[in-house]
């Protein structure tokens, strides 16, 4: 028995060294990776980069395509930047779409304004880029928080909008599913997190990206897939006054998700929140902004035990309100990140519904 578990003891020694080697020329290979595709990435910004000064901050964008085509005005999720559509965007300007992609407020590489700005003042820094490059009409689109700021767009400014694309977010209210009964559980549960919660800074920006390739879904992914992960993890990686390397830093702060006190503030007294932008956020409400919707509006719904926002059943009655200018395409056994983990599909349903709606020809 004895001589049993010293083998079994052995044979765990082997794996666990096993898994640090395998570990260890994963780095290797990646931090190779990581290096090597700086050059390509600064070309790609230089070719594609841009930034305007609105009345609220020096913001960052990249375009693609011919101006002369039908426009699509891209807004990023949360912690992302104008980059997340690096995997689809040949596809789209093949669409002959004309395509602007943000980065607002503390995402890719705008700064944090020192005033306190809502998600309604990137509508207006977004109407402020399209007046200034003369468009009057835009497909107006986005991911996550992104989705969030589409919809605010269109309550801003509807008659800009030729048709929304709202990628699991903007479509229902952020805290729709949240309960009086449990709020003094869910308040216990979120001072708890961030008693645990550690700052992350790091001594050089590949540390910072080993995390995120590790903990934020990258590891594994190849090609086009991993390029566009670094490229955009590329535009998130900041160093800080102190040398020191953070992940968007002073994001946090300005969504309300840096410490318990401004998290529950932005969902149970938003109007006590010191930031705009992350009570603005919670504040929305999809079901009066799209009362008299008459645009058309593509929802992207991916349903799974791994889906961060369980909507679909408030998009389906959104959809049941406004037939016909709502398509609905419920993604089964798929994460948040829709044209991450699909992109093709996604493609080929914007290409669908924008053709359907004599957008594009």
Not at 31 to 49: A, C, I, M, T
Not at 187 to 192: A, R, S, V
Not at 300 to 320: A, C, G
Request: aromatic share 12%; proline share 3%; net charge neutral.
């Amino acid at each position: 028995m004895k001589k049993k578990i010293i083998l079994l003891l052995s044979f765990i020694v082997y794996l666990s060294a096993a898994a640090q080697k395998n570990a260890s020329a994963d780095s290797i290979t990646q931090r190779n990776l990581f290096q090597s595709l700086k050059p390509e990435f600064e070309k790609y910004e230089k070719q594609h980069g841009n930034y305007i000064q609105t009345n609220n901050v020096r913001m960052h964008y990249l375009e693609w395509g011919d101006k002369k085509n039908p426009t699509l005005v891209w807004i990023p999720g949360t912690y992302s930047n104008g980059y997340e559509l690096y995997e689809i965007i040949d596809q789209l300007v093949k669409m002959n779409l004309h395509v602007i992609a943000i980065d607002y407020y503390g995402h890719g590489f705008t700064p944090i304004s020192q005033k306190n700005l809502s998600i309604y003042h990137v509508a207006d820094d977004i109407k402020f880029l399209l007046d200034t490059k003369k468009i009057k009409k835009a497909i107006i689109g986005g991911w996550s928080r992104g989705g969030t700021i589409s919809s605010a767009f269109y309550d801003a400014y509807p008659e800009m909008v030729q048709a929304l694309i709202l990628e699991d977010g903007g479509s229902v209210a952020w805290d729709f599913q949240a309960k009086s009964a449990n709020i003094g559980k869910d308040i216990e549960e979120t001072k708890q997190y961030y008693a645990n919660k550690k700052t992350l800074v790091f001594d050089n920006d590949f540390d910072a990206y080993w995390l995120m390739y590790n903990n934020w879904g990258i590891k594994g992914k190849e090609n086009e897939k991993l390029k566009k992960e670094i490229f955009t993890s590329y535009a998130r990686i900041k160093k800080n006054t102190n040398g020191k390397y953070e992940i968007n830093p002073g994001a946090e702060e300005l969504t309300g998700e840096n410490s318990a006190e401004e998290n529950i503030a932005i969902i149970y007294t938003p109007f006590t929140s010191k930031t705009a932008f992350g009570a603005s956020t919670h504040q929305l409400n999809p079901k009066i902004i799209y009362r008299n919707l008459n645009t058309p509006l593509l929802i992207f719904d991916p349903v799974s035990k791994n889906d961060w926002f369980d909507f679909k059943e408030e998009n389906d009655k959104l959809t049941e309100e406004h037939r016909p200018f709502i398509v609905h395409k419920v993604y089964e056994n798929t994460w948040h990140g829709v044209k991450d983990e699909r992109p093709n599909e996604v493609v080929n349903d914007i290409k669908t519904f924008l053709l359907n709606n004599k957008l594009i020809k």
